[in-house]
């Protein structure tokens, strides 16, 4: 290792050792994003838990629907964003509800629109990073995607099933066991093992905790282990705060007794909790950076050089035979003032194409947003 020129025992610092203090602090004056999506058939208390996660009120302006107008409701998209501070570190929340998912007779394909908005949210990054203010990109990405799964039922459902497996290769998806307290530990253990099997039978993707470093200390390694053996999380969610044994406390009260949400011993809520904000979202938005939207990229970029392919041997064809009807090429027969029409007719093309992705014929549908 060179020394430059320093004594043998010198202590000289030159500084570097600042950066991770120099990003942390231009982070969080810039400040994080999140976007979490909530999906599952009405009544299992999405909405509740949401609100008990983030210790705030995303729908106090919703509108509750009677009986004969769900029975008309289609499935729909609907954002609602909150800016939240914690001591001096800003996060802004967005949550994307399914309001109608799972509540129709017929369900077939109900998760389509789900699957066409976390797309669009694709494109539209997409578009931006393609054009000229790259640097005030906003990230709609949906982030992480929380699948509530009834607890009356043997298992997870066909919808259940066609809806992970539509949107698994897309988003993050983690899957938690809804309304668990109507549930006996004994049921919710039973219910969790057959949901896993299930899971790894048909082939569904959820998202995996990454591996912790041999370096870790042991237990954030036995928290890291607790997380991956608690999937799905078995969760319950209020906003009301009772009296258990001279304890203020955030649960249900019941003629037997009180279900506590933040004790660990009647549900998974503090682990989803710990999991979502504490150590794994920064991970579940490198996922999406790094293996869904890639994805996605790459798919757009093979599809617009085909495209492009496809319309420079046309041409080309058309050229060479000085008609509109291409023949066969015969290889070896193209000249120099020939290439550079292709050249530029590639150029013409790819512009074309980028204009189409980022113009106004791209469709963007509006959702309800608050």
């Not at 000289?12 to 979490?36: C, I, M, W």
């Not at 150029?347 to 980028?354: I, P």
Request: glycine share 6%; net charge negative.
């Amino acid at each position: 290792m060179c020394e430059l020129g320093l004594g043998k025992g010198s202590q000289e610092y030159v500084g570097f050792a600042t950066l991770p203090n120099q990003v942390h602090r231009k982070s969080v004056k810039k400040g994080f994003d999140f976007t979490l999506m909530v999906a599952g058939e009405s009544g299992l208390g999405k909405s509740t838990l949401v609100n008990s996660l983030f210790l705030t009120d995303l729908y106090k302006d919703r509108k509750l629907l009677n009986a004969e107008e769900r029975i008309t409701q289609t499935v729909e998209i609907t954002k609602h964003t909150v800016d939240i501070e914690e001591k001096g570190v800003k996060l802004k929340l967005t949550i994307v509800d399914t309001p109608g998912f799972g509540d129709a007779v017929n369900n077939t394909e109900c998760w389509r629109s789900v699957a066409d908005y976390i797309d669009q949210q694709f494109e539209q990054y997409f578009r931006d990073e393609s054009g000229l203010n790259r640097k005030n990109i906003q990230d709609n990405r949906v982030h992480c995607c929380l699948y509530f799964i009834s607890p009356f039922g043997h298992g997870l459902r066909p919808l259940d099933v066609e809806f992970m497996k539509a949107l698994h290769e897309k988003v993050n998806i983690v899957p938690v066991l809804a309304k668990a307290d109507t549930l006996t530990p004994t049921e919710v253990k039973r219910k969790k093992t057959k949901i896993q099997e299930e899971i790894e039978q048909y082939g569904i993707k959820i998202y995996q905790f990454p591996d912790c470093d041999s370096d870790e200390d042991e237990e954030f390694k036995q928290q890291d282990q607790e997380l991956k053996a608690s999937i799905p999380f078995a969760v319950i969610g209020s906003n009301t705060v009772v009296e258990a044994k001279g304890r203020r406390v955030r649960g249900r009260l019941y003629p037997w007794g009180i279900v506590e949400v933040e004790n660990s011993a009647h549900c998974d809520f503090v682990k989803l909790r710990n999991m979502l904000i504490r150590t794994h979202m920064q991970d579940l938005k490198d996922v999406t950076r790094e293996t869904h939207y890639e994805n996605y990229r790459a798919h757009c970029i093979q599809s617009m050089t085909r495209m492009v392919v496809k319309e420079r041997n046309r041409n080309k064809l058309t050229r060479e035979s000085g008609t509109d009807f291409p023949i066969p090429m015969v290889p070896g027969e193209t000249d120099a003032e020939t290439e550079k029409l292709i050249r530029e007719k590639d150029e013409e093309l790819m512009n074309k194409l980028m204009d189409r992705i980022r113009g106004p014929d791209a469709l963007v549908p509006q959702y309800i947003t608050t």
